[in-house]
C-alpha cells in the first residue's frame, strides 16, 4: 500500500472511529471483575446497546496480533464463536465469516466482518470492524447480523498492553431484551478474559 493509500485509510479510520464515538458518548460501567471493565451507552435510533471492554494485559503487541489474525483460532477465545474463517486477505484487510452459538428461542446468527489493520505512530494497533452482511451469501438456519461498527485497539504502556475492544451491532431478526441486555455485557468480559489468559501464557 502507498503512503497516500495508507494516509487515506488512517484518515477514513479516525472519522469512522470518531462518528462511532459520537453515536455511544454516555457511557455507564456494567461491570468490572478480574481487572476488566466494561461499560455500555445508549446509541441513537438503536435497541442495542453499544459495549466497550478495557483492560491491561501483560503481553506483547505481537503476540495479540498473532492470536487476532488466527482467523480459525481466535473462535476459542470469541464469546459464544462456533466457527469462524478467513475470506479474502490483501493487505491491512481482511474478512471474515463468524457463526456465533446463541440461547434457545433465538435462531443463530452469523456475520461478515470487514477487518482493517491500521498502525499508529504511538507504537498502537487499531483493528476496525465494520460489519458487510451482503459480502457472501445468508446461509441457511442463520440470521445475518444487519449491522457491526467497531474496533479493536492495542496501545503500550509500558510492559503491557491496554486492550480495549468496542462494538455496537444490530443483530437483526428479533431478539428478547433480556437476552440482548446479557449478551452486551457478557460479549466483551468473556471475549477478553480468554484473549487475556491466553495473550499471559
Not at 476488566?36 to 495479540?64: H, N, P, Q
Not at 452459538?101 to 494497533?125: F, I
Amino acid at each position: 500500500m502507498g503512503s497516500l493509500q495508507r494516509m487515506a485509510v488512517l484518515c477514513g479510520l479516525t472519522v469512522m472511529l470518531a462518528t462511532t464515538a459520537a453515536q455511544a458518548e454516555d457511557w455507564k460501567v456494567a461491570k468490572e471483575q478480574d481487572g476488566i471493565k466494561i461499560s455500555l451507552s445508549e446509541v441513537a435510533g438503536s435497541d442495542y446497546k453499544a459495549y466497550r471492554g478495557v483492560t491491561l494485559m501483560k503481553t506483547t503487541l505481537a503476540k495479540l496480533r498473532a492470536l487476532q489474525e488466527d482467523v480459525p483460532g481466535a473462535c476459542a477465545w470469541i464469546h459464544e464463536c462456533k466457527t469462524q474463517k478467513l475470506l479474502k486477505h490483501e493487505g491491512d484487510q481482511s474478512w471474515t465469516y463468524t457463526q456465533f452459538n446463541t440461547p434457545w428461542p433465538v435462531t443463530a446468527r452469523d456475520s461478515v466482518l470487514h477487518v482493517t489493520t491500521v498502525e499508529g505512530a504511538d507504537g498502537s494497533l487499531t483493528r476496525k470492524l465494520e460489519g458487510v452482511p451482503k459480502y457472501i451469501p445468508e446461509e441457511k438456519g442463520f440470521v445475518r447480523v444487519t449491522k457491526v461498527d467497531g474496533f479493536w485497539k492495542f496501545v503500550p504502556k509500558g510492559d503491557q498492553i491496554e486492550v480495549t475492544y468496542q462494538v455496537h451491532t444490530e443483530p437483526g431478526g428479533s431478539i428478547p431484551s433480556m437476552v440482548a441486555n446479557k449478551f452486551v455485557v457478557d460479549a466483551p468480559f468473556n471475549t477478553l478474559k480468554a484473549l487475556k489468559e491466553r495473550a499471559e501464557k
